[in-house]
């Protein structure tokens, strides 16, 4: 922790819109945008972090941040260390983006969703790129369906629809949301749409390599025309949240933690104990299968976790996330 006296005086209000390690672009009280600094080597700050600035004549920069004020939500990943790294900050709202094509990724977006619930967001999924033949692919049009009927807001989008992003803007009209998901799937596109006037860089894929190009490296925060606040994030490759003990992990599968309610134990794992309340619903398809899947996994790596950390060896997963 930093000591008060180190803090140079006369510090104001911002917001930080984007960061690349120690240089960051901050907004100021009027809407103003500033490349700005760090100052001191352990201040470390997220897109959407609120904090402390004061005018400075730095490497290039307009101002050095001093201070971040506590972060009301986080989003985190789990590294490859087994710690917990902050993504976005302040937020209310993961919208996770799915795609046809990359072919869609529905445990990453299961994990997605199970980090939203840890992390007190509301969560929504859309299927960008309709256009294309893959949307309505059976695997696809039932797993939105899954989404819809436990409760998440879904939406779909194309580009190739002028006018098809209301429905979109009207879900993020209230507060802060992230796009989240693999890269590729069309955030950076979606947010051109939702806030006319930026570039946010596109990858254009090159057939020959598959190498894409333009692909967004940063958080950035957006004001949309309509309300509300869009923060376009960096796409992954895979991503697992920060997890909670195993007997916990059940409360980001809401639908999972509804039915567990009915179980024999309170500590049921769902995993085939004796009076567990999930299987029979899995089998009745009250609870879906794929999901009950994911929710298993991200047992596992909870429970590999947690052994780690018993017997005090480093914290590292195999290999990934996936098991
Ligand atoms: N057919 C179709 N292609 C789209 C649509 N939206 C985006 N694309 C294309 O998909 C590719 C990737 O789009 P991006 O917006 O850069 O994807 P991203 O999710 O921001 O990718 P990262 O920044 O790497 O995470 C580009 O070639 C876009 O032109 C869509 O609705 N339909
Ligand atoms: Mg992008
Ligand atoms: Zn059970």
């Known amino acids: 922790m930093r000591q008060p006296e180190s803090k140079p005086a006369g510090s104001a209000p911002g917001r930080i819109v984007a960061s690349h390690g120690r240089r960051v672009l901050l907004e100021d009280a009027s809407g103003r945008r500033l490349p700005c600094r760090l100052f001191g080597r352990d201040l470390k700050v997220v897109c959407g972090d609120r904090v402390r600035w004061r005018p400075a004549d730095a490497e290039g920069a307009d101002g050095l941040v001093v201070e971040v004020e506590p972060r009301r939500t ?7 260390g087994g710690g917990s790294e902050p993504i976005v900050a302040n937020l209310d709202r993961l919208v996770a983006v799915l795609a046809p094509a990359p072919a869609a990724d529905l445990d990453l977006c299961d994990r997605y ?15 960008n790129k309709r256009d294309l033949p893959g949307a309505s692919e059976p695997v696809l049009t039932r797993a939105l369906d899954v989404y819809r009927r436990i409760g998440y807001a879904v939406a779909t989008a194309s580009k190739r629809e002028p006018a098809g992003v209301d429905e ?3 879900l993020l009209s209230r507060g802060t949301s992230v796009l989240v998901g693999q890269s590729g799937v069309g955030k950076s596109s979606l947010t051109n749409r939702l806030v006319p006037g ?7 894929i090159s057939r020959g390599t598959q190498e894409g190009r333009h692909t967004t490296t940063a958080a950035v925060l957006y004001l949309l025309p309509g309300g509300g606040e869009l923060i376009d994030s960096p796409g992954v490759r895979d991503y ?4 909670p003990a195993p007997r916990n992990v059940a409360s980001g599968f809401r639908e999972i933690a509804a039915v567990a309610a009915d179980c024999r134990f309170p500590d049921c794992h769902h995993r085939g104990e004796p009076g567990c ?4 619903a899995a089998a009745a398809g009250r609870v879906d299968a794929r999901r009950l899947a994911s929710y298993r996994q991200l047992l596992g790596l909870a429970e590999q976790f947690a052994a780690r950390a018993r017997s005090k060896g480093p914290p590292r997963p195999d290999r990934g996330f996936r098991r």
Do not use: C, G, T, Y
């Open 240 to 243: 697992a949240p920060p997890l």
């Open 168 to 170: 979109l803007a009207r």
């Open 198 to 204: 930026i570039e946010a860089a596109v990858q254009e």
């Open 74 to 80: 986080v989003l985190s990943r789990l590294n490859m």
């Open 277 to 280: 309340a999930v299987e029979p």
């Open 113 to 127: 969703l199970a980090a939203a619930e840890w992390a007190d967001l509301e969560a929504a999924v859309v299927l």
